[in-house]
């Protein structure tokens, strides 16, 4: 990601650009959308860090993701915030390897960017499949977030964690662990797949924001595990939004109808902000 600049088809007043993030050891390639503020403006500027989930294949590992530049500089061009997406370790051109431990600091490490590079006012998480789990998860022991939003989450990584060994050689063969070597420990690496827990945390994220959306249709994520987030975040329904989306199925990055939800959550923190 680093040195790209936004597609020619941006409006002129949205400026996208490649930048780099140091997480806990690797340094990890992002990308940051911004709406430039008004001369003289006092307007709060809100961030958005945006999450991408586990790559479905070694491919999509290995290559930059520019459907996820794209959605940056379009929620930064209606919403008029400043996006920022990235590349977990062991995904695109960032460093390190895949864990999940690993991951949670790399949000965090760009919650940092948004908050003393880009030096906004606030900041909220929104993420797709794994990594809107891993949002719900750093939202939850973060309080400098102000809000999460989840797509297509699930409420658990029992399916990882069942198999470790087995997921651990898919982690291999997708490539986001290069190092033959990684884990040093492996009870570590697959500790973390049994403790971190979205559905456990969510509840602490609350009286902040939370809006859960999901594809009725996922075939790898089952909407119940979205009913489950929303009833353990719920303390009140000003504070958490669950839209399950008729028909649709996983990549709700590319559903048009998840994007207006999101779209329309954020212009609601903005009146907050």
Same mark, same amino acid.
């Given at each position: ?27 990890? =390639? ?74 949670? *600091?790399?949000?965090? *490490? ?22 809107? *789990?891993? *949002? ?28 470790? =060994? ?17 884990? =040093? ?47 353990? =975040? ?40």
């Amino acid at each position: 990601m680093s040195g790209h600049s936004g597609p020619p088809s941006l409006p002129s007043f949205v400026m996208g650009v490649g930048v780099t993030i140091q997480s806990s050891g690797p340094r990890l =390639a992002g990308y940051v959308s911004r709406v430039p503020s008004g001369a003289g403006s006092s307007a709060p500027r809100l961030g958005l860090v945006l999450c991408p989930g586990f790559p479905a294949t070694a491919e999509s590992a290995a290559a930059e993701d520019d459907s996820f530049s794209k959605l940056a500089d379009r929620l930064a061009g209606e919403s008029r915030w400043t996006v920022l997406t990235f590349a977990f370790r062991g995904t695109g051109r960032s460093e390190g390897d895949f864990s999940l431990g690993g991951w949670i *600091a790399d949000l965090r *490490a760009a919650v940092d960017f948004m908050l003393e590079v880009e030096q906004l006012s606030a900041v909220w998480l929104a993420g797709f499949a794994a990594g809107g *789990a891993l *949002a719900i998860c750093t939202g939850a022991e973060d309080e400098r977030v102000r809000g999460v939003a989840s797509l297509g989450a699930p409420a658990d990584f029992h399916i990882w964690a069942e198999h470790p =060994a087995e997921f651990l050689e898919l982690a291999r063969r997708r490539g986001v662990i290069r190092d033959p070597h990684f884990p =040093a420990d492996f009870e570590a690496w697959e500790r973390e797949l049994h403790e971190i827990r979205p559905l456990a945390l969510i509840g602490k994220i609350p009286p902040r924001p939370v809006l859960v959306v999901h594809g009725i249709d996922d075939p790898e994520v089952s909407p119940v595990d979205a009913r489950a987030l929303a009833d353990a =975040a719920e303390v009140g329904e000003e504070h958490v939004e669950l839209r399950l989306i008729p028909g649709a199925g996983s990549n709700l990055r590319h559903d048009p109808r998840a994007i207006a939800v999101l779209l329309g959550w954020l212009d609601r923190q903005s009146a907050t902000g």
